[in-house]
């Protein structure tokens, strides 16, 4: 059984899905929260992924408390009536860890896949830190995108039998999204010659003054410049809304545009100049593009993509926004050291590893149970 329920776990358990539903040997289950109602609908058409169960928890002005128990006791009959021989969950949301410790609360061996990344702050990002700490205590397979990860779980004291390194699967849903003469209508309004950065900029820590100062800093950049445009995909919450239009309505060269499915995501990655973000799969998904990621964060639980030099964290400082921008805009040594630096997170087969692994952990079970 496979459980998620934001865009992000979507389309990074996508590839898992696909090579489970391949293998006639194992029956796939997939469970949907809609933690995310909308964007989470486009990766399971993109994808051609129909849920088994929909919990469709999503309400306005949701808070984690609503997400936790909306996900419990909504999962509660369905792992009673399915008893899948394991659970799969993905990365870092409230739903991850929410539908970890339901599986545990019904005795159900969990996978965690993307796990052991850290940075070791609780609060920083949150809530996200702390839910993917809590799965990784409960979960008994360990899928670890990197050394990195398998060396966090083990510091914590994990079993090492359990833990993997399999890649990100990030990387794999990169094979079925990235496309060759790619078009959106965004980039007919980029004129011929100009660079563009697309932005992301969404995360509960930065909503707020964080946000507002990086904005202000691109705001600058971009007006000073006459041949530079920034594309910004614009999240959903009301308070991002609130601050993005705010801060760019009626600035040249600012496009601030609906959330794009990843297919579109994937293809403007692909054709813009670099990278601006506080997105974690953004981070792994970039350096395969061979765009620079400046991360809007004061840390990131992917260091590796910092030590192979894809990745630069700025936080959200107007200066240091400002400074990063620059020197990625008039030093070519430097976007070509961050452009050309080898991606560390995979190398597109993360999820056939993954269900070969959850394969032999059932058949270990059964023949347990056998004896």
Not at 3 to 26: C, H, L, N, Q, Y
Not at 51 to 57: E, G, R, T, W, Y
Not at 259 to 277: C, K
Request: glycine content about 6%; proline content about 6%.
């Amino acid at each position: 059984m496979t459980i998620f329920g934001t865009r992000p776990e979507a389309i990074k358990m996508a590839p898992i899905i696909k090579e489970i539903e391949s293998d006639p040997d194992v029956a796939s289950v997939v469970v949907v929260t809609g933690q995310h109602r909308k964007m989470l609908q486009q990766v399971l058409d993109i994808f051609n992924i129909q849920p088994d169960h929909d919990l469709k928890i999503m309400g306005k002005n949701q808070t984690l408390s609503d997400i936790t128990n909306r996900v419990i006791l909504g999962l509660d009959p369905i792992l009673n009536d399915v008893r899948p021989d394991l659970v799969l969950v993905h990365g870092d949301t409230t739903t991850t860890m929410a539908a970890s410790l339901s599986a545990f609360y019904h005795r159900i061996p969990v996978g965690h896949v993307e796990a052991g990344l850290r940075t070791w702050d609780k609060y920083s990002p949150y809530p996200e830190e702390m839910n993917r700490m809590l799965t990784d205590d409960i979960a008994d397979l360990y899928f670890a995108p990197t050394a990195l990860s398998r060396d966090n779980l083990l510091q914590e004291h994990h079993p090492e039998s359990g833990i993997f390194i399999t890649g990100n699967t990030a990387i794999d849903a990169m094979r079925y999204t990235v496309r060759e003469g790619y078009r959106h209508d965004v980039l007919a309004q980029i004129p011929e010659g100009h660079r563009f950065i697309l932005l992301t900029m969404h995360r509960r820590e930065n909503q707020g003054q964080p946000m507002r100062e990086t904005f202000k800093a691109i705001r600058e950049v971009v007006e000073a410049r006459s041949d530079l445009d920034v594309v910004y995909p614009v999240h959903l919450s009301p308070r991002v809304q609130d601050i993005a239009h705010e801060s760019f309505d009626g600035v040249r060269g600012v496009h601030l545009i609906d959330p794009l499915n990843v297919v579109d995501f994937h293809g403007l990655a692909a054709r813009s100049y670099f990278i601006m973000t506080d997105s974690g799969g953004v981070q792994e998904e970039a350096p395969s593009l061979n765009k620079p990621v400046l991360v809007l964060r004061d840390s990131t639980e992917r260091p590796e993509g910092v030590d192979a030099g894809t990745l630069k964290v700025i936080g959200t400082d107007e200066q240091a926004v400002k400074a990063a921008m620059l020197e990625l805009l008039n030093d070519p040594q430097e976007y070509r050291a961050m452009a050309e630096a080898k991606n560390p997170y995979g190398d597109g087969h993360a999820a056939e590893r993954i269900v070969a692994i959850c394969k032999n952990h059932a058949l270990q079970q059964l023949r347990h149970a056998a004896k």
